[in-house]
């Protein structure tokens, strides 16, 4: 009974109900902070998505397809004439902008045992859980650089770019497409900040309020400076005042005739 809520629990989770079920998702902010990134979008392993009977063996695996959203719907298709899964790579769509490429394999996912939510709490494991849960699209940056790389191809995708996923179940053996979902809903990665529109002020204040700050630091600066100046032209003519008095006094003392004593 227990591992039927956990279950439960994981779709809830995870968005993987049946309203959604249809279709790739973005990963779970609980799970994925900061997605998407400039060049890698983390999406839902399709837990549940495909019908368990359909595969009693373990001959099938997951294909997952990207594409630009700007590409036509005629190039859409992730199948060949004979329902064979296409193989279209990065390079010979232009990174997704012709049709859709195969971003990744991997083996079906375990509805019957997803991942335990109690497990993320622990640091040891949460690496491994998300690993069984998520997948980073755009998360390999030496495949198209590396001659000896002869897998699935995963590179980074273009920043500020509207991308759609796709799941599809093929049996490995006959190489045949056997089951697919919908095309996810756009997904957009990251914008490119210009360093000069970067606003690096701690208190995220607008243009005007840093303007209007420089010119009263600017008039609190001169402020200090006249106080200063006042203070140290008051200080010095007191001492001015304090040594002509002193030396008035000393002149009349010299001036004043000495006392001569009377004879007998």
């Known amino acids: 009974m227990s591992s039927c809520w956990v279950v439960l629990a994981f779709c809830c989770l995870g968005q993987l109900c049946a309203d959604q ?10 799970l994925a902070t900061n997605n998407p990134t400039l060049t890698t979008v983390a999406l839902e392993k399709p837990f549940c998505m495909f019908d368990s009977s359909l595969y009693p063996n373990k ?39 012709l049709g859709p490429y195969k971003a990744a394999t991997f083996n079906v996912p375990n509805c019957a045992s997803p991942p335990k939510l109690t497990d993320v709490r622990d640091v040891n ?16 940056g030496t495949c198209l650089y590396d001659p000896n790389f002869l897998a699935v191809c995963n590179p980074p995708l273009a ?10 179940l093929v049996d490995s053996t006959e190489g045949i497409v056997k ?9 957009k990665t990251k914008r490119v900040k210009l360093p000069l529109k970067i606003d690096t002020w701690p208190g995220r204040r607008s243009g005007g309020m840093i303007v209007i700050t420089s010119i009263l630091s600017v008039l609190v600066f001169f402020l200090l400076a006249g ?38």
């Open 21 to 30: 079920s249809l279709k790739p998702q973005v990963a779970a902010p609980q």
């Open 159 to 168: 920043p500020d770019t509207t991308y759609r996923f796709k799941y599809v």
């Open 227 to 264: 106080f200063l100046a006042s203070v140290s032209s008051a200080v010095m003519g007191s001492e001015d005042s304090s040594e002509g008095t002193k030396h008035m006094s000393q002149t009349i003392q010299q001036s004043e005739p000495s006392p001569q004593l009377s004879s007998e």
């Open 125 to 140: 494991k949460v690496s491994d859980i998300l690993k069984q849960y998520l997948f980073r699209v755009g998360d390999d």
């Open 179 to 187: 089951d697919q979902t919908l095309w996810s809903d756009p997904i």
């Open 59 to 97: 001959s099938y695996v997951i294909y997952l397809y990207a594409m630009k959203e700007l590409a036509s719907a005629i190039s859409s298709l992730v199948t060949t004439t004979n329902s064979k899964p296409l193989n279209s790579t990065f390079l010979q769509t232009s990174g997704g902008q």
